[in-house]
């Protein structure tokens, strides 16, 4: 108990910028505070703040401290919620990751509905075409799409993701159709060159098994976004995703081709952390991502949206 109001008397005086201010808030003397900060940081064997008549500031190591110490109560918060009266009850901060693209359009929207229903969390999202570090980089929960990397990371699939090979009616004219996976070698193609993605080739299912082209690239870009505005524009074929270009299709903008030779779809999932114990918030929200992705509705409705990719 002594070692827990050490920690939370700390955070609250770099929260709060004083002495004064936390013990006000907690309804203790200045002087209590002040010792439980001198104990806490004689049992670390480092200073955590530096005080002065005028302003109360953080060491360093401070810094770095007061972070974990904000996520060991949010733990806290979160493992009393969880067996209290409901248990459903999440406070605490989360940071979600996800590709950009993917991102912007189905984890960016589901952020503010999951905060109106549980608004002691919350979010900090972060959208990158690249493979986060999660432990590293302190990331709760990473949402990924595409084949998993082995790790030892946990990882729930929330839904199929389908691939499929997709070009203008306008460069079909021009360049026909391919017909075989081997015929992408004659054609203009448009690549990601996110190191993280699409790193064996194209995927497609040849004899009953999956076979791998690497395409001749015309243009590469990193940003998915940007090759499928080309795809639209007639540069070339391009590899994408389902649920990216889904209404591209059913509009004619852009036209599906070698669908009977398509590989079985991948995954969307949500990876985090090998823990024992989930917090509430966590758990939470894998739980809500995984209900809204798992309802066919869902996709159907989100392919009408204008899109942001």
Request: glycine content about 8%.
């Amino acid at each position: 108990m002594d070692r827990l109001k050490q920690i939370e008397s700390f955070v609250a005086v770099s929260t709060k910028g004083s002495l004064t201010a936390a013990a006000t808030a907690e309804g203790v003397a200045p002087a209590v505070i002040g010792r439980r900060i001198d104990a806490l940081e004689e049992r670390l064997g480092v200073k955590l703040l530096v005080r002065t008549t005028r302003r109360i500031s953080l060491t360093h190591e401070g810094a770095a401290f007061l972070e974990d110490a904000h996520r060991l109560l949010a733990d806290l918060a979160s493992a009393e919620a969880s067996v209290s009266a409901g248990g459903v009850k999440a406070s605490g901060h989360l940071r979600i990751t996800a590709p950009a693209g993917f991102g912007r359009r189905h984890v960016a929207p589901l952020v503010p509905r999951f905060v109106a229903q549980h608004p002691e969390v919350s979010i900090s999202l972060n959208l990158a075409d690249r493979l986060v570090d999660l432990v590293n980089e302190g990331f709760d929960c990473a949402v990924r799409v595409g084949d998993l990397p082995d790790s030892s990371l946990v990882s729930v699939r929330l839904a199929d993701n389908r691939r499929l090979c997709v070009a203008s009616p306008d460069y079909l004219a021009r360049h026909g159709r391919p017909m075989v996976p081997a015929d992408i070698g004659r054609h203009d193609c448009l690549t990601l060159s996110s190191e993280a993605s699409q790193t064996r080739g194209w995927a497609f299912t040849v004899d009953g098994q999956t076979a791998y082209v690497r395409p001749a690239t015309k243009l590469d870009c990193s940003d998915g976004q940007v090759l499928h505005a080309w795809c639209l524009e007639g540069l070339g074929l391009a590899w994408r995703s389902w649920w990216e270009v889904e209404s591209d299709v059913r509009a004619g903008r852009l036209v599906s081709v070698l669908d009977d030779v398509a590989a079985p779809p991948n995954g969307i999932y949500a990876v985090f952390a090998q823990r024992k114990h989930l917090p509430v918030r966590l758990r939470l929200w894998i739980d809500f991502i995984k209900a809204t992705y798992g309802d066919p509705s869902y996709w159907s409705m989100s392919s009408r949206s204008p899109h942001a990719d």
